[in-house]
């Protein structure tokens, strides 16, 4: 519409001019003349020189809180872009819907080295992945009159949608189910020996933690062995969780699923124990093992967890996992079951989970 006014009022402004043979006026309605072709040329040139991304770090947000997204500009023209919009694209990894957010922002030249970033607030509703692609650049002249667009390939980026954390009310045994007790035992007691601090040390077994592997002493007799110190068996858990499913996930099942288990493991985490997390990765095919021992590292073990694509059918996860052979895991379902030793600790609702999480008391002993 823009359009059509400023070159009917440029052609009644000529047309005037001559009937009144006004030459002052006609050469200044020439001059915009020039400058509205100048204008339409100006988009198509800024449009070539003017590119947008999304930064490559993740961007962690907790699901129905205001977040920001942001996206910067790189504009390799000499001119700065007064305005440009970007058309960006969001869904959840899986979902076959999105939601398309407009975004605007403007640009100086990339020597000028000023942050020519454009921001869009939103609120995720669940937990999850987003993936995020911008799927169009549209460059505006200086006066708004005309605008030039062009598609943009490959700009993406992901954004980690966490549940709320949510503090429980947990009551550990007095012991933790850690069952691999030393079978060879050496103490030394002696000024000087490499291992004097350690107060066991035994054979390495297929399951123990690397990490606990005395390198030195293994060094030297040829044979793995490893560390062992009894504050950090008695507070040991191995935890299973069983993503697989009769039937398909819902957006719904997907977020009660991972508030029941973000919970747990935070709240386990209080505690300075360790756990050995099981779960399942589809990309690797397989169950992988995760040790956490730092409550500071819990959201990026479910940050790996909503990447993992863990939903699948069940028996896809009993061909690559058997834990009805482990007395003492602690197993997390897809059916918001909650079991420990063989014994169930709760079933939440899928929609009541949030108030069961908190209201509840959950005895492991």
């Known amino acids: 519409m823009k359009k059509l006014v400023t070159v009917l009022l440029l052609l009644l402004a ?15 309605v020439l001059c915009g003349i020039i400058f509205v072709a100048l204008s339409f040329v100006l988009t198509r040139i800024l449009r070539k020189r003017l590119s947008a991304d999304i930064p490559k770090q993740s961007n962690i947000i907790h699901k129905n809180t205001q977040a920001e997204f942001i996206v910067t500009a790189a504009n390799k023209s000499r001119l700065p872009v007064n305005k440009y919009k970007l058309t960006l694209k969001m869904k ?4 076959d819907s999105s939601v398309v957010k407009r975004l605007s ?3 100086c030249p990339v020597s000028y080295n000023d942050d020519n970033s454009a921001v869009v607030y939103f609120a995720a509703p669940y937990s999850g992945i987003i993936d995020a692609e911008i799927t169009r650049i549209r460059v505006y002249d200086y006066f708004m009159i005309f605008s030039s667009s062009k598609k943009l390939r490959g700009k993406t980026g992901e954004v980690a949608v966490l549940p709320s954390p949510k503090k429980m009310n947990i009551k550990l045994p007095p012991f933790g189910t850690y069952t691999n007790e030393p079978v ?21 077994r297929e399951g123990d933690l690397t990490r606990h592997i005395h390198r030195n002493y293994s060094a030297r007799t040829e044979k793995l062995w490893v560390k062992e110190y009894q ?40 505690n300075e124990i360790m756990l ?90």
Not at 18 to 25: C, E, I, K, L
Not at 184 to 204: M, N
Not at 293 to 306: N, R
Not at 348 to 364: A, P, S, T
Request: one cysteine or more.
């Open 14 to 28: 000529w047309y005037f001019a001559g009937m009144n043979r006004q030459p002052y006026v006609m050469a200044a």
């Open 231 to 270: 504050r950090e068996n008695d507070f040991i858990f191995d935890m299973y969780i069983d993503s697989s499913s009769d039937h398909t996930m819902t957006a719904g099942d997907r977020d009660a699923f991972y508030e029941m288990v973000s919970a747990v493991i935070h709240n386990l985490m209080e």
């Open 276 to 365: 050995r997390i099981h779960y399942y990765d589809r990309e690797k095919g397989g169950i992988v093992l995760y040790e956490l021992s730092d409550a500071e590292k819990t959201d990026e073990f479910v940050i790996l967890l909503l990447k993992a694509d863990a939903f699948c059918s069940r028996e896809e996860y009993e061909s690559v996992c058997n834990i009805a052979a482990i007395e003492n895991a602690m197993i997390l379902t897809a059916a918001l079951e909650w079991s420990f030793r063989g014994r169930p600790v709760y079933k939440f609702e899928k929609n009541n989970i949030e108030l069961e999480l908190v209201n509840r008391y959950f005895d492991l002993t």
């Open 184 to 204: 060879a035992e050496t103490s030394f007691d002696k000024p000087g020996e490499d291992h004097s601090e350690i107060r066991l040390i035994r054979e390495y």
């Open 92 to 95: 959840y990894r899986g979902s």
């Open 105 to 107: 922002g403007s640009a």
